[in-house]
């Protein structure tokens, strides 16, 4: 046999007859090397339904589909994802009726609610044929908004130095207990009418640290 990678061989055979006149003659046969590597990767959200803030966690496997060795395997995705194992050094061609696959793992956290799509992609090389294989799969999770908002009132009761009347005086905060932020946000009270407006909040952030004062 020859290497595989050999895509030419010439062979040479000599005789000698009985004056010891040697004879000699060449065959040269030229090969095509039809290998053609082939990979597969496939995707699968852990938590379809992921919490806004919290780590979207997603998984599947990589295949080696065709009949030769890969090498340098890198699995990346368009999120900049966090991904266990990021390379595979060498992935076996399959046995005959099995599968030859390992699974990885990753995560990244999303900005935004609603259904959020992650794109992976594996590259690898075929060891005999040097050529390029590559596979891409994507995965469509569910990111759950969860807007929440409290607030607070203190008040007191201020006598005024005549003596002869009172007023009230009264603070508190409003704080966004929820995963995203809030915009738009407006306090009414109802003295000295229904509905007073009394501070407009253009944008509060989720968190205790985000809490905003009002009087």
Do not use: H, R
């Not at 379809?48 to 699995?75: A, M, R, W, Y």
């Not at 992650?118 to 969860?146: E, I, R, Y």
């Not at 005549?162 to 409003?174: D, E, L, N, R, Y």
């Amino acid at each position: 046999s020859i290497p595989v990678n050999s895509l030419s061989d010439t062979v040479t055979v000599e005789a000698q007859d009985a004056n010891n006149t040697t004879v000699s003659k060449e065959a040269s046969a030229q090969c095509s090397l039809e290998i053609d590597p082939s990979v597969t990767i496939d995707e699968q959200c852990t938590n379809p339904n992921t919490p806004l803030g919290s780590p979207l966690e997603f998984s599947g496997k990589v295949c080696n589909t065709g009949q030769e060795e890969l090498k340098n395997l890198v699995i990346s995705d368009d999120k900049g994802s966090a991904i266990t194992p990021p390379t595979i050094a060498t992935l076996a061609p399959p046995p005959s009726g099995g599968q030859s696959c390992v699974t990885y793992t990753g995560k990244y956290t999303p900005t935004e609610s609603g259904p959020q799509t992650n794109n992976v992609q594996v590259v690898g090389m075929g060891s005999v044929s040097g050529k390029t294989a590559s596979g891409s799969s994507f995965a469509t999770c569910t990111v759950l908004s969860q807007p929440a908002i409290s607030i607070t009132k203190d008040c007191s009761c201020v006598i005024d130095s005549s003596g002869t009347s009172a007023s009230i005086q009264f603070t508190g905060k409003v704080c966004n207990d929820g995963n995203e932020n809030l915009t738009n946000v407006k306090i009414y009270d109802d003295k000295p009418n229904a509905d007073t407006l009394i501070k407009t909040i253009t944008s509060l952030l989720p968190g205790e640290a985000n809490c905003v004062t009002y009087s």
